[in-house]
């Protein structure tokens, strides 16, 4: 008798097919090293960034295009004859925050020739990773190894100026290499760490908004320790060479002043520092302001060892809450300062700048 074969009927309930696990969307990748760097106050002094929509004049001088600074004669853009039309332009606050990113890696690794590609410093400019970001970091670095910079006063140790010519920044590019010229080189490199000169540590990732830019340099250039109690800096100055300086014109310069000034006294909180702009007529510890003078108040956000964001959003020290905790930590410096800065406020003329 032939042998019987009997077939179990398989169930979709057992042998049913896998389903596929939901991956999890990637997180925006960090950067290893929030940069920071030594920069001459000349080039804080002076700044160099202007409104991208800032008109330019260039003409032929000795067989290169020349142009003045807008608002600032002593100050001269230069180009080669052969360059490009593109490049004919004012210095933007994305193409300084661009050079300051590249004169931080050079001074952390003491080389001329740094390995950065434009998506590494997009996210050390802390912005968001799109295309348009980085085709803007690969046209300011084209832009910096055409534009040069001549000083007509320019500061030197021991209360003596001269005459400055700086080169374009970029000597060298070559995929994600990119070489700084020589000049640049002796001028973000030291000699001695004792014996840095005209410079001030910042940090690298500033507000890429030209006039904001431009006023953060300039307070932290002018910046005196020391002088009103436990605070770092007061200081007064003429207000319309400050405005000028940043590259304000006279159209609405006090209202356009006032909305600048909010926007850098949020970014020293956010950083964890503290400022107040005082514009003429304002009061300060009962006395007012001289008219067409705007005086500053504050304390240097800190850059060694600065506060960095949890993972909770919460402001904590380097070394975590643990370190904070041990001992008293960024937290209870903010709720101090932020003391101070409500009791300077008390002080202000009503009518004026609350």
Not at 41 to 50: H, I, S
Not at 219 to 229: M, N, P, R, T
Request: glycine share 10%; aromatic share 8%.
């Amino acid at each position: 008798m032939g042998t019987i074969l009997r077939t179990r009927k398989l169930s979709n309930e057992n042998y049913s097919t896998p389903k596929p696990k939901a991956t999890p969307p990637k997180a925006r990748p960090k950067p290893k090293w929030k940069p920071r760097l030594w920069l001459n106050k000349n080039l804080m002094n002076y700044p160099v960034a202007r409104d991208p929509r800032t008109p330019t004049h260039w003409s032929k001088s000795n067989g290169r295009w020349v142009a003045k600074l807008p608002l600032e004669d002593r100050i001269l853009l230069t180009l080669p004859a052969d360059a490009p039309e593109n490049v004919k332009r004012v210095t933007s606050g994305f193409d300084l925050g661009v050079l300051l990113q590249l004169i931080a890696e050079v001074q952390r690794s003491g080389l001329a020739t740094v390995d950065l590609s434009n998506g590494e410093l997009v996210r050390r400019m802390e912005l968001e990773e799109r295309s348009r970001y980085r085709q803007a970091v690969g046209a300011s670095l084209q832009y910096l190894s055409w534009i040069g910079f001549e000083f007509d006063r320019w500061y030197i140790v021991g209360g003596k100026y001269e005459r400055k010519v700086l080169p374009p920044p970029i000597a060298a590019m070559k995929g994600q290499s990119i070489t700084l010229h020589p000049d640049w080189m002796r001028l973000v490199l030291p000699q001695s760490k004792r014996k840095r000169g005209y410079v001030e540590r910042i940090w690298a990732a500033l507000p890429l908004d030209a006039y904001e830019q431009n006023y953060h340099l300039m307070v932290l250039a002018s910046a005196v320790k020391g002088q009103v109690e436990d605070i770092e800096f007061y200081y007064e100055r003429g207000q319309s060479a400050f405005a000028r300086k940043i590259g304000l014109s006279r159209k609405n310069r006090r209202p356009r002043l006032r909305a600048h000034s909010e926007k850098v006294e949020a970014w020293w909180s956010a950083h964890g520092g503290m400022l107040i702009a005082l514009i003429g007529r304002d009061v300060h510890r009962d006395r007012k302001i001289p008219p067409g003078k705007i005086g500053f108040r504050g304390v240097k956000p800190p850059v060694k060892g600065g506060p960095s964001r949890s993972a909770g959003g919460r402001l904590v020290g380097r070394g975590g809450p643990s370190r904070r905790a041990a001992c008293g930590g960024v937290r209870l410096r903010q709720d101090r300062r932020g003391k101070e800065m409500k009791q300077m406020r008390e002080h202000l003329n009503p009518e004026g700048y609350v």
